[in-house]
């Protein structure tokens, strides 16, 4: 690890996948990290013990992020451990592939109530609660742009987060504070390799001009990057982060 530095870092659904390594990657920039997790207490702690044996320092905090007291409480726990935030990175989320034909009440509220409402709480906590100088990262998907059928109500949610980003970006004027998102492509993850056959995966893998997937890794440095003082001129935008898949 680096030598800390006096900044801080909450990452929501970080005890898996993109939000594990993000919280990985945050922490060897030299951040102290709040891992944040919602049903994955295990997985959670086990991400604060790899930090802690590199040299850095972490926390892991339970909150369903789409239950605005329970996100504020998430911020609490984070001031009381470090002090303001400096970062916070609204990476929880889910996915459900299916026909909006076919959808019910249930699949659209599970996917926007995380996807969407999880990320406005986050934002509307930030006004106050972050640092001048703070960043935010929220995340959309490659799928905005791929109009992908089965993928309806998932890419939905997402391009309402990539819109309510650039407008939460102009509407934070004055208090310098950035707001960007990330659009992953198909990375080699948990969450992608479910209920997928060999044939499936073999055929995505295909897709982008690199073909191959793109590693969680990849995903976590293009989020150090956005956080960084390289990115400082960087605001209200969305990143693609797909090997060129679109």
Do not use: C
């Amino acid at each position: 690890m680096k030598s800390l530095a006096q900044k801080n870092a909450i990452v929501t659904g970080a005890a898996k996948g993109i939000g594990r390594a993000i919280a990985l990657k945050l922490a060897t920039d030299g951040f102290n990290v709040v891992v944040n997790y919602a049903n994955s207490k295990a997985e959670a702690h086990q991400v604060v013990a790899e930090i802690e044996q590199a040299g850095g320092r972490a926390i892991a905090v339970q909150a369903d992020i789409s239950i605005m007291s329970e996100f504020s409480e998430l911020f609490s726990i984070s001031e009381q451990a470090y002090g303001k935030i400096d970062v916070l990175v609204n990476n929880a989320g889910v996915s459900q592939i299916g026909l909006i034909a076919d959808s019910t009440d249930e699949i659209f509220d599970y996917l926007f109530n995380t996807n969407v409402r999880g990320t406005v709480n986050g934002l509307k906590l930030s006004v106050e609660r972050l640092n001048k100088g703070g960043k935010i990262i929220n995340f959309s998907s490659t799928a905005v742009a791929a109009s992908t059928p089965g993928m309806g109500l998932y890419a939905g949610s997402k391009a309402a987060v990539e819109a309510i980003t650039r407008i939460f970006a102009k509407e934070l004027k004055g208090k310098d504070i950035s707001v960007n998102a990330i659009a992953p492509g198909l990375i080699r993850s948990e969450m992608f390799f479910e209920g997928k056959t060999e044939e499936q995966i073999e055929l995505a893998s295909k897709a982008s001009p690199l073909q191959r997937l793109g590693e969680i890794e990849e995903i976590a440095n293009a989020v150090s990057f956005l956080v960084s003082e390289n990115a400082s001129w960087i605001n209200g935008q969305s990143l693609r982060v797909n090997g060129g898949v679109i």
